[in-house]
């Protein structure tokens, strides 16, 4: 552990049980325990129990900002709540240096019967601010929500993004060490999720640390230094975000095949992808392009018997799931014939007009360019980052324009 | 030596400035610790730190109450009032036998259910406190007795509302309550902690089984008969013995006492519920903090 360590976590495990009733018993059975000081089994599971978290080990320094991604049932939210310490884990230790500020639900010391002004002074409270901290800040609180007309109202008749508005406020009021957040600025309104943004960047600027969980990677991308990609508990992998975002699509997609092959049912497949590999040109592998480069997309491939006039497909995606382009070869017309054996077909983009940012890349073949079901896709897809000029533009392409001044 | 003064208070002078959160929080299946601290001593050094917070909440929660009513705090009294008449007709119409007490019924019933009121409110109130406060006690993390202690006020203030009756009746009857009638507020304090107490471990209990708080309902209510609050202390077995088991019927008798005669008629036992409170207090302020964040899992 460094000087600037902030969050350590060391061994971190907690269980859950998918049963209520069991639950319930566990429940009693374990507070029993505490209360009479009997050591309880901790590392073992029992029926009906999961590793939510599973050996979790990592730190994160001072100024740090971490993504944290995964599927749905990952164990983020936990993880989120055994850093701000509402829970305790089952084994390990979490050791934290510094005040946290948790976005993990807006608004969750509200009253409903009091006034937005009585629910600052009482959440406040709660997060631990002294009466003069909060009379210091209470103007700028709610500056930032912009509920000056509606402060004396009920916040029952707030509407839920006001409401939301008025606890972000509050949550950030307290000038935190650590800020996590969960989620929680998919509400509000354009304004409002810019100046959350402006928010955290201000927070990043003035050197605090950042934990956040998100699905959406595109913004993700902008503003974290380092992911975690976290999946059924386990810390899959932890890095640069570009290679984490790589790592969580191959994830998705081999989830995605797994439900296909489960879905079709058939036997060995009559032709297999066997390898994908992007090339400029004719240079060896790489995945860093510029726009306009010229790409090339290899498919190798093995038909394990005769198969007549297969179709193969490429698929870009976009790090945050956007379909950007799709191609294959019925589109074109082009007829492969009769296929055996091990053999290679090139998609190749002369001119590559994606603007920079992160994708991925991958191939199927198929039957027909209408089946549901490819006959084969690779497991895995191969993530390309692209950088493109200031002149290319912004968005998703870099396409061909000009002005036209009129005289 | 003015450069040494001035080092030493250049030294301390930041430390002092910011109140924060102490730094430094490991959390491990032991439990928690901050810089280094924990057991008792954490325990008290949260309590100072939330002392203000427990004031807002129990402003909350009375200031909330009655905010979408018209009748306000006379639903405060209305309850006390009706199960004294109630209780008033029986007796004048000697359906039932109640023997008799020091001062006339109607004004030894009122002042006993106000008491009886007193720790059954803030016991419901405080069992109710957790499961009351939705996400605030899973999501954020701050120390969670605030919120069981800061449960007090709604019955505290209630209580209050409850002696204007009272009072009348006194004048009404005629009795003039004795001067130690004065240090009930003393006696108010072991009442409190005998609910709190237990309001504790309920609390914890009720995070898990749900069936906590109706088992509560109806226990109250049996306890309600089983304690002397609308007849007089009983001589007789068994019920001799059941009122020589409840820890409230000695605290509850010494305030009927001290209003009635201005002595106690059984200091031991009082004072033996005395310790038996605090005892309790303590020891269920112990097991909500083992406890509730292991409990928080479950909930």
Request: glycine residues 8%.
């Given at each position: 552990?460094?000087?600037d360590?902030i969050?350590c976590i060391d061994g971190?495990s ?5 049963s209520l009733?069991?639950t319930?018993l ?8 505490d209360?009479l000081?009997m050591?309880r089994h901790?590392?073992c599971?029992?029926?009906d ?9 990592f730190?994160?320094?001072?100024g740090?900002?971490v993504g944290?991604i995964?599927p749905?049932g990952?164990?983020k ?8 310490g509402?829970t ?10 510094g ?9 969750a010391?509200?009253?409903?019967m009091l006034?937005?002004r ?10 631990g601010?002294?009466?003069y ?6 103007d700028?609180i ?25 606890g972000?406020?509050?949550a950030v009021?307290?000038?935190?060490d650590?800020?996590?957040?969960d989620e ?5 309104d354009a304004?409002?999720r ?5 928010q955290i960047n201000?927070f990043?600027q003035a050197g605090k640390t ?5 699905h959406?990677l595109?913004e993700?991308?902008k503003?974290a230094?380092?992911?975690?990609l ?7 992998a932890?890095g ?7 790592s969580?699509?191959?994830l998705?997609?081999t989830?995605?095949?797994?439900r296909?092959?489960f ?7 009559a032709i ?5 590999e992007?090339?400029?040109g004719?240079g ?7 726009s306009?480069?010229?790409?090339r997309?290899?498919?190798?491939f093995?038909a394990h018997?005769s198969?007549?006039n297969?179709?193969f497909?490429?698929q ?5 799931g956007?379909f950007?382009h799709g191609?294959?070869?019925e589109r074109h017309?082009v007829?492969?014939g009769?296929?055996?054996?091990d053999g290679?077909i090139i998609l ?9 940012g992160?994708y991925?890349i991958?191939a199927?073949?198929?039957s ?7 006959i084969h ?15 290319d533009?912004a968005?998703v392409?870099a396409?061909?324009?000009e002005?036209?001044?009129?005289a | 030596m003015?450069?040494i ?15 924060r ?5 490991v959390?491990?299946p032991r439990?928690?610790?901050?810089d280094g601290?924990?057991g ?10 939330s ?5 807002l ?5 009375i ?6 009513s018209?009748?306000g ?5 209305v309850?006390?009032?009706?199960t ?5 007709f029986?007796?004048s119409?000697?359906?039932?036998p ?7 019924y109607?004004a ?11 720790f ?6 405080c ?7 939705g996400?605030?006690?899973t ?12 449960a007090?006020?709604?019955?505290a203030?209630d209580f209050?509302?409850?002696l ?6 006194f004048i009404w009857c005629?009795?003039?309550p004795?001067?130690q009638?004065?240090f009930?507020?003393?006696?108010l ?13 309920l609390s914890i ?6 069936d ?6 109806i226990a ?7 304690t002397?609050?609308?007849?007089p202390?009983p001589v007789?077995?068994?019920f001799?013995l059941i009122?020589?088991l ?8 010494a ?6 005669g201005g002595?106690?008629?059984q200091?031991e ?14 020891g269920?302020w ?12 479950y909930?």
């Open positions: 552990m460094s000087a360590t969050i971190v907690k269980k859950f049980c998918r009733r069991r319930m566990y429940g009693v059975r374990d507070v029993a325990c209360m000081g050591t901790l590392s599971l029992r029926r129990e999961f590793w939510a978290i599973n050996d979790a080990s730190e994160v320094k001072r740090e900002c944290l995964g749905n990952a164990g939210s936990t993880l989120l709540k055994l850093i701000n509402v305790l884990p089952d084994q390990g230790s979490l050791r934290i240096f005040r946290i500020g948790a976005l993990l639900e807006l608004g010391g509200f009253h409903p006034t937005g009585e629910n600052i002074h009482l959440s406040g409270a709660i997060l601010l002294g009466k901290e909060i009379a210091k800040k209470f700028s709610v500056d930032f929500s912009g509920l000056e007309e509606f402060i004396d109202t009920p916040v029952k008749q707030y509407s839920s993004g006001m409401y939301v508005r008025l972000f406020a509050v009021s307290i000038d935190p650590i800020l996590i957040i929680s600025m998919a509400v509000g304004a409002f810019k100046r959350c943004l402006d201000a990043i950042i934990i956040v969980v998100t959406n595109q993700i991308e503003i230094q380092r992911m975690l976290l999946d059924h508990g386990i810390v899959r932890d640069r975000p570009a290679e984490v975002i790589a969580y699509m191959n998705l997609n989830r995605i095949l797994l296909e092959e879905g079709s049912a058939t036997g060995e497949p297999e992808i066997t390898q994908m992007l090339r400029g004719d060896p592998p790489k995945s860093y392009f510029r306009h480069d010229e790409l997309v290899i498919i190798g093995k018997r198969i007549v297969p179709v497909r490429v870009i995606f976009r790090s945050d956007l950007c191609m294959n070869t017309g007829e492969c009769e296929i055996l054996g290679k190749r983009y002369p001119d590559l007009c994606l603007l920079g992160d991925w991958r199927a073949v198929l027909s360019q209408y089946d549901e079901l490819p896709q690779m497991a895995t897809s191969i993530g390309i980052h692209v950088e493109s000029e200031m002149i533009g968005g392409f396409m061909p324009c002005w036209i001044t009129a | 003015d450069e003064a001035q080092l030493r208070r250049a030294a301390i002078a930041p430390e002092i400035e910011p109140r959160r102490p730094m430094d929080v959390y491990t439990g928690v610790q901050r601290v924990g008792w001593q954490i325990m008290f050094r949260e309590l100072t730190e002392s203000r917070l427990i004031w909440l129990m402003l909350r929660d200031s909330v109450r009655y905010r979408q018209i009748l705090y006379i639903w405060a009294v309850p006390q009032i009706a004294v008449a109630v209780f008033a029986l007796h119409s000697q359906v039932l109640i023997g008799g007490t020091k001062i006339p109607i030894y019933s009122l002042w006993g259910i106000s008491m009886w009121q007193l059954a409110g803030c016991l419901t109130n069992a109710n406190s957790l499961t009351s406060s996400s605030l006690v999501k954020i993390n701050f120390p969670r007795e605030a919120l069981v202690i800061g007090l006020g709604q019955p203030f209050v509302v409850r204007i009756p009272v009072v009348a009746v005629g009795v003039v004795s001067w009638s004065m009930m507020p003393l006696l304090v072991p009442i409190v902690l005998l609910a709190l107490g237990l309001g504790f471990v209990a009720n995070l898990v089984i749900r906590t708080a109706n088992a509560l309902g109250l209510t049996i306890g309600m008969f089983l002397p609050v609308l007849y202390p007789r077995w068994p001799y009122n020589l409840n820890p409230l019927s000695p605290l509850l008798g305030s009927q006492d001290l209003v009635a002595f106690l008629t200091p036992m009082f004072a033996a519920a005395c310790i038996f409170s605090m005892g309790l207090f303590f269920g112990r097991a909500f903090r083992i406890t509730i964040l292991r409990v928080l899992g909930a």
